[in-house]
């Protein structure tokens, strides 16, 4: 029994009746299936230590085609929010007794602030191994976008200028492609005096550009971490309330980014103890696509109250986002939709005790949508459901469809067990570009 | 057949499309006319443009200023309910007026909550005759104002091109000059479909972007003029 475990059954609030479930999805948007263009969201929801801690996590790929790799962005996005919870964990357990909410708040603050680096040196280190390149065109059509627009622009010094800092760029990466991950540090500002920003320009960040929502709940406190727009949720005496209030300059389509070159600034990071009083049954995060398919604050709000009662009775809402949240980006604002629910109780969720796995982040497998044209079920309306096709796998990856277990002896996060573990050692590999699909059980969309 | 979706209404985001056009006295004659036709003959190039990305909802609203200004309808309207009536022209080019009611007519409260960014075509052939900063001012601090696609039709030669680049604010988007009614019908047409096309499907975009993202180009001029005696 681990050390959280064992602090649990020390008395904390009603500790042993709440047991998180979890459920998430991503779905490709109804405009995007049109254009071509690909899911640019990514997300997950994950359960620790049997259910005693639970954590939700949304990211929403820009859609720019300045943004030409923000569904990369995302996943990187995802990651780093998973090592801050897995780090947060481990710490944790090195604080030994009862911790304070102080020393809750303190290690969370901590913690989270390294998430803006740890994402910047994914970008750093997969821009390395592929940097864009004009004979690979073909392979990366939100590249051609890029150029495209700015061929559109009509302003040939600054066309020349980009195709000459590709260039420019491809040799920096090959310069630096056998540099291990811990000499090759995060992506430098643009400001950054070691950084020719002259010759290689700023636009490296700014292609994986994403916001991130994340939120981590245990016994006795909540935590998060915020850079852009989209909703966070909790559900108290059954209603949904705001976490915390959209930021004042995501307005329109415009959003604070984790590509900004402020985005520490940008960072909201906050923790809130958990009284008797407002213990949350549940906790939701979601991109702006699915606010933006309601006209109103009070429907979507009556969405999320809905979805967490058919959690909380035991509906399969895992199954049921892969249905719904299709229907909702075509009946409503055409945008990729990713949903991520925790909750107490009953109920089957997606991620029951999962393990967080540390995995390599290059060579990454994505998994791509394709219409399937098929009769729908009898209970949603008409149209195209999506499936899952994955791509070619990289030799010697793991299979997502069968996630391992945590070794004897491995904390439930399945962290590595040095003190220091390189953020590129725990990259996704199957939250980028998961749309349409269960993570956890490896299932397609269903058709 | 029914779903089991949970929760209640759901709706495709609002895109607000203004048309703010000058019918000062100086617009008499053929100039009024060609607009009236202009606006009649792209409603169903609009509304064909506006099948294309159907998440997007339009609504138009339809202002007019001459001495002082006049919204045509009480309310927004679906594109799909829309029509024309023609307006006919009076007075002077109070343009600084208008651009306050427009201001007004987009504060937050005004509208949609999760609407797209609205698209604002001013028409004008003249100058203004009364306090233009102070309305453009007014618009540009207004939060949906400031990220609004704004497009700008001046019509013959006399119409004030400065004027029209501050309304558009935008480096990379020019005033179009309509020198005579093909022009005219061009540039409508341009400004109902193509700019309410690439309105309709904005990207998200990191703030501190350019605000307003550049639509497509506009129609090149016509290579001969059907009639020289149409030259504004």
């Not at chain 2, 409508?188 to 550049?214: E, F």
């Amino acid at each position: 029994m681990n050390l959280i475990r064992r602090w649990v059954d020390r008395g904390q609030p009603d500790a042993d009746a709440r047991s998180w479930r979890t459920a998430h999805h991503s779905t490709t948007g109804a405009a995007h299936l049109r254009s071509g263009a690909p899911c640019q969201d990514a997300g997950t929801a994950e359960v620790l230590d049997e259910g005693a801690w639970a954590f939700v996590v949304v990211a929403d790929g820009h859609g720019s085609d300045h943004c030409f790799r923000s569904d990369r962005g995302a996943a990187f996005a995802v990651a780093a929010a998973r090592q801050v919870v897995a780090s947060f964990h481990r710490e944790l357990r090195q604080v030994g007794g009862t911790p304070t909410i102080k020393t809750l708040a303190d290690l969370w603050d901590t913690e989270a602030r390294r998430l803006v680096p740890s994402w910047r040196y994914l970008v750093h280190a997969d821009l390395v191994d592929n940097p864009p390149r004009l004979a690979d065109l073909d392979r990366e059509p939100g590249l051609r976008r890029f150029l495209d627009k700015v061929v559109g622009e009509g302003r040939h010094d600054r066309n020349y200028q980009t195709y000459l800092q590709l260039h420019w760029f491809a040799e920096y990466a090959g310069k630096r492609r056998d540099l291990a991950p811990e000499r090759l540090g995060p992506l430098p500002l643009p400001s950054d005096p070691t950084w020719d920003v002259a010759t290689l320009g700023g636009w490296q960040a700014r292609a994986y550009g994403t916001t991130l929502l994340a939120v981590l709940v245990g016994p006795t406190s909540v935590h998060w971490l915020r850079i852009g727009d989209g909703a966070m949720l909790r559900f108290v005496d059954g209603r949904a309330q705001r976490l915390v209030e959209p930021p004042a300059e995501a307005f329109a389509n415009e959003t604070p980014s984790l590509c900004d070159d402020d985005a520490d600034r940008r960072l909201v990071v906050d923790t809130d103890p958990l009284a008797e009083s407002d213990l949350p049954s549940a906790l939701l995060v979601t991109t702006d696509g699915l606010p933006n398919s309601y006209p109103s604050e009070a429907e979507f709000l009556h969405f999320c109250d809905d979805l967490v009662v058919r959690a909380r009775r035991g509906d399969d809402v895992a199954e049921g986002l892969t249905r719904w949240l299709p229907e909702l980006s075509r009946r409503g604002s055409g945008d990729d939709m990713t949903v991520a629910l925790a909750w107490v109780g009953g109920g089957r969720g997606d991620h029951v005790a999962e393990p967080v796995r540390a995995a390599p982040v290059r060579s990454e497998a994505p998994a791509v949508e394709q219409p399937v044209v098929e009769e729908p079920p009898d209970d949603r309306p008409g149209g195209a459901m999506h499936e899952v096709v994955e791509e070619e796998r990289a030799p010697g990856e793991p299979d997502e469809s069968t996630p391992g277990e945590s070794a004897p002896g491995e904390s439930a996060l399945g962290e590595p067990t040095s003190e220091e573990s390189s953020p590129a050692e725990s990259a996704p590999e199957s939250e980028g570009n998961e749309c349409e699909r269960d993570a956890d059980s490896g299932r397609a969309a269903q058709q | 057949m029914t779903s089991d979706l949970p929760g209640g209404a759901v709706s495709h985001r609002p895109l607000r499309f203004f048309w703010m056009l000058d019918v000062s006295g100086s617009m008499a004659g053929e100039k009024i006319g060609s607009l009236n036709h202009a606006i009649r003959e792209s409603l169903d190039p609009m509304k064909a443009s506006a099948r294309e990305n159907p998440h997007a909802a339009v609504e138009i609203r339809a202002m007019t200023f001459g001495s002082g200004f006049r919204w045509m309808t009480p309310k927004p309207i679906t594109l799909e309910d829309f029509s024309w009536t023609d307006v006919p022209v009076s007075g002077i080019t109070d343009m600084g007026s208008a651009l306050k009611a427009m201001a007004a007519e987009l504060s937050v409260g005004n509208m949609p909550e999760r609407g797209l960014p609205p698209v604002i075509v001013l028409v004008s052939d003249g100058q203004p005759t009364d306090d233009f900063d102070s309305g453009l001012r007014a618009l540009l601090n207004e939060p949906w104002g400031k990220r609004a696609v704004r497009i700008a039709i001046a019509i013959g030669d006399d119409a004030d091109l400065e004027v029209l680049r501050k309304f558009i604010a935008h480096p990379e988007i020019e005033p179009l000059t309509a020198k005579n009614p093909e022009d005219l019908v061009r540039f409508i047409r341009y400004a109902s479909t193509t700019v309410l096309k690439s309105a309709s499907a904005p990207a998200s975009r990191p703030v501190g972007t350019q605000v307003i993202g550049t639509p497509p180009p506009p129609p090149p001029p016509a290579p001969t003029l059907a009639n020289q005696d149409d030259v504004w």
